[in-house]
């Protein structure tokens, strides 16, 4: 049976229904990038260590994002395959897909926490660490990866709660998390002296409790589409169809790594004051992509849930609030960063040289990311619409295909600005192939919906 959460998926005024959802996904996500930034401010003051600190803490960021992107697999495809079926009244698929998202995320847990410990100070030292830094970032990930499995859950499931319209119960599993850690930090990090440590043991606490929230309501009678024991036996077919759409968000997610080890690895050569700088640079990058991400949170379902009934002009008129609000979001707070780049460094640093180095590099490294909403817009629409083979496509081009390559190439004729202007040329020049694609193709893809017999291409 339809519940009213559901329901309104496919019933309501699509404005207020997308802020609806998108609202509590943005405001989460933003309390959620709060606490990863004050774990920065607050490892960036402390005293006699913070700068090394900070760029200690900047090179584990890399391997937390790949640990952290197999949980996009299920959350980016299982939870838009389970909306879709929610659309077509196959209750009985969407709750296999949740059982086998669920198995898939402690497996993943068990396969990179056996990895990173294993070659933890040799991919770190791959990745930029040097002498100096080393130390504070084995510090921070030997604790970090205890809570793998909390992080997972947390986010490789609370997708699946936006799936059965609940954006309310979602924002308050970040917002647990996110709130605590920030009640925390200090405590950890300058009251019991902890320093790097504490930082990483306030993090997996508060990812703990995330994962708890997430479960207890997953396993309740509150949740339309519930976590049961009876769908959790593992399905070819379910699981290869969550690879199928999961790979493209995977790849966002990862090639974000991949991308942290070229850039670190290349500006280690220049000097730690510029892998400090980078760490306060994509900090930036973050803040102004949470509108995006929350948006993308809210909308998906939506998109995925009407696509699924077969309702063609809800799926036009939910890009169309979606479109136009990401690009507007996310082009302001690009503009407010490049204008004011050293009030954005003093919140971290009180060192000159590096709010000095930041004051310069941030709209060179910023520049493209002006029209970025476009592609977080059209992208994450290729997602919902079950488009798997031209997601990986688009998820590669912007990393992969573009900016490793400019990262390792620019450096020679630029020097480290080259570094930092590879990211603005990759973003800009994606976001015009994905419009242009998705403008292309969108059209072909409403074409061929029939109600219930939609499948993944």
Known sequence: MINKYEERLGTERMLPLVFKMALPAVAAQFVNLLYSMVDRIYIGHIPGIGTDALAGVGVTTSLVILISSFSAIVGGGGAPLAAIALGQGDRSRAGKILGNGFILLILFTLFTSLIAYTFMEPVLLFTGASENTLEYAVDYLSIYLLGTIFVEISTGLNSFINAQGRPAIAMYSVLIGALLNIVLDPIFIFWLDMGVKGAALATVLSQACSAVWVLTFLFSRHASLPLEKRYMALNREIILSIF??????????STESLVGFVLNSSLKDFGDIYVSALTILQSAMQFASVPLTGFAQGFVPIVSYNYGHGDKQRVKDCFRVALIT?????????????????????????????IETVRWAMPVFLGGMTIFGLQRACQNMFVALGQAKISIFIALLRKAILLIPLALILPHFMGVAGVYAAEAISDATAAICCTLLFFWQFPKILGKIQRSTLHIS
């Not at 979001?329 to 040289?353: G, K, Y």
Request: hydrophobic share 65%; proline share 5%; aromatic share 16%.
């Open 326 to 354: 990401m690009f507007s979001f996310n082009l302001l707070l690009m503009l407010f960063m490049i204008l004011f780049p050293s009030t954005v460094a003093s919140a971290f640093t009180s060192d000159e040289r590096l």
């Open 244 to 253: 199928a759409l999961g790979v493209s968000p995977f790849i966002m997610a």
